[in-house]
């Protein structure tokens, strides 16, 4: 196990471009400030582009970033020409390429081998010390930054009614799966696992639980088809320990307590049952439905939704306020995009899905290797079954984003790898 980061004249070089492009991950708790390195990778990407010029295109890798980023924005600026607040919805699209010009940056910055091994090392331990921060803020009611543990949900290094904490941890834990079960002892593995577990449990957020159940049993699978029976006691020791963490959650946080009864009243089999397991999210989802009807070919424009949802909800919708606006967002991927760009905009997440499946079943078993645990990160996001956070948002593009970027960046070059910077 090596815990050294020290930098030296001689490979400062080196490592320089992968510690940019994990500042990003690092910052995204903190504001808007995760926009920094951001701006500044999206300069290099710039400058890169100018650079190469045209030849840039010859790189396999940016040709699938470009596609994938078109699929995205494309529908986001057609849905501009009448969105309901057209404002914010030509602001998102003409802030968005600074997204494709980073990622010009991130292929070239992990062109160098053994770089995403570096990025699954500094992202590990940085999951680890937010766990073990979440954790202290559990047991003594403050984490280090200071931030209390409110009588809601434990928020760690995300501050006072930042949920994110659960989710985001669950987004980036298949790199420090992959870079655990290479590098740490078992011991040390089960205890970082179980620890971030648990944190994501007393997260109480659902979004979480669920990306959480499509890593593990995407790992079980992938552990079952090698060796069954060490699946299969690797699956019972998962179970016992799941049953624990949940007991004590149970028994000592109240926001568990009671968002686990909550989420049984499911299986009571009623209107109001299922309306309260999903958190009382029935209502927007009956007015995207309506919203998407009847705006179902390029949407009511990105990020104009809550303007709209007043329009299309019921006199009793709980979640029209005084201000005139509504929910946020639809909280379901598929709604979100049919409502925001339409048919369009599903269209191009089709788009976006399949050549990055397709790009990494292509690829080359060592980069497959390399570029799994972000497909994984990306897969446990989009998993249609669940409720979502908002596609179209700064928060979770970003989170998205950076997986995507730096999956372009672990595929094979093609006809022509990238200069160096």
């Known amino acids: 196990m090596n815990l050294s980061f020290n930098l030296n004249h001689a490979d400062l070089r080196e490592r320089a471009p992968v510690w940019l492009v994990f500042s990003l991950l690092a910052l995204v708790p903190i504001g808007r400030l995760e926009e920094l390195p951001l701006l500044v990778m999206a300069v290099l990407g710039g400058m890169h582009l100018w650079r190469e010029r045209g030849a840039v295109f010859e790189d396999s890798r940016t040709r699938l970033l470009s596609v994938v980023f078109l699929a995205y924005w494309l529908p986001i600026v057609i849905s501009c020409f009448d969105a309901a607040e057209p404002q914010k919805t030509w602001v998102l699209a003409a802030t968005l390429p600074r997204f494709w010009l980073a990622g010009l940056f991130v292929i070239t910055a992990l062109a160098r081998p053994g770089a995403h091994e570096r990025l699954w090392r500094l992202t590990a331990w940085l999951l680890v010390i937010w766990s073990l921060d979440a954790l202290l803020q559990a047991a003594v009611g403050y984490d280090v930054l200071g931030y209390p543990y409110p009588d809601e949900r434990l928020n760690g290094v995300f501050g006072l009614h930042n949920y994110k904490l659960g989710p985001v941890l669950v987004l980036f834990s298949p790199l420090m799966i992959e870079h655990a079960r290479r590098h740490w002892p078992p011991w040390l593995t089960a205890t970082a696992l179980a620890t971030l577990v648990l944190v994501v449990l007393l997260t109480t957020t659902r979004i979480g639980w669920v990306m959480g159940a499509v890593v593990a049993a995407t790992y079980f699978y992938m552990l079952a088809r090698r060796r069954p029976k060490r699946a299969l006691a690797a699956a019972g020791v998962l179970a016992v320990a799941l049953v624990v963490a949940a007991g004590l959650a149970y028994r000592y946080s109240a926001e568990f307590h009671q968002r686990m009864d909550s989420t049984l009243m499911v299986f009571r089999g009623t209107r109001g049952g299922l309306n309260e397991a999903l958190s009382k999210r029935l209502p927007i989802w009956r007015t995207s439905m309506r919203m998407a009807e009847d705006h179902w070919i390029n949407g009511v ?121």
Do not use: C, K
């Open 301 to 421: 424009g990105a990020r104009s939704y809550r303007y709209v949802y007043p329009d299309y909800a019921l006199y009793t919708d709980p979640w029209v306020n005084d201000h005139g606006t509504g929910a946020a967002y639809a909280h379901q991927m598929f709604l979100e995009i049919a409502t925001e760009t339409g048919v369009i905009g599903l269209a191009g997440l089709v788009v976006m899905v399949v050549p990055v499946f397709l790009a990494w079943r292509r690829a080359p078993p060592e980069r497959r290797r390399l570029m799994f645990p972000y497909l994984l990160g990306l897969g446990a996001a989009l998993f249609p079954l669940n409720s979502h956070y908002a596609i179209y948002s700064v928060f979770w593009a970003t989170g998205l984003w950076w997986l995507t970027m730096v999956f372009a960046a672990a595929g094979p070059p093609g006809e022509r790898a990238p200069r160096e910077l």
